[in-house]
């Protein structure tokens, strides 16, 4: 990660977020300022529904392994315990961390992901929903986990940005 390029990224960032020329604009500009902050491999963001008590994938940068479809049911777990309702971080970062709480854990592993951070996104007090970033094992060093808060102000704005309606 050089400064030069990291300040490239958050140029395009706001490109992106101040014309939002597409509805995915968002949220690849803020996969792009991700994987200039800390790195990912696999790269999505979810919504959180709490008043429906669901969550939905509202982008991908593999969507043939994890398509941007339907919903699934919110459970209250450990996870959800730490990430949503708390509104930490939640970090893994070895497969056998991940198939702890995600039962597509065998997926993830073939992608060649095996850790991952969940990174909670809120505007006054609500959660919006949850960026999420997987690579290789141990890849989320307490380096890069310092570095996702400059992640935070981003999120906030591509959920913004793409809850607009064109």
Not at 22 to 47: C, H, M, N
Request: one cysteine or more; charged letters at 20%; glycine letters at 8%.
């Amino acid at each position: 990660m050089t400064d030069n390029n990291t300040g490239a990224a958050l140029r395009a960032f706001r490109l992106a977020i101040a014309q939002k020329t597409s509805g995915d604009a968002p949220w690849r500009a803020l996969q792009t300022l991700a994987q200039e902050i800390i790195g990912a491999k696999l790269f999505t963001v979810t919504t959180v529904d709490m008043e429906a008590s669901v969550a939905r994938r509202l982008y991908t940068n593999m969507p043939d392994a994890y398509p941007v479809s339907g919903t699934k049911p919110i459970e209250v777990d450990p996870w959800f315990e730490l990430v949503v309702q708390g509104g930490n971080l939640f970090v893994a970062n070895t497969l056998e961390e991940i198939a702890g709480h995600f039962p597509d854990w065998e997926l993830i592993g073939r992608l060649g992901c095996r850790s991952c951070i969940n990174m909670p996104v809120f505007v006054g007090g609500k959660i919006l929903g949850t960026v999420n970033m997987l690579d290789v094992e141990n890849h989320f060093t307490p380096e890069r986990i310092a570095l996702v808060e400059q992640l935070q102000i981003p999120a906030v704005a591509a959920f913004l940005a793409a809850s607009e309606e064109d």
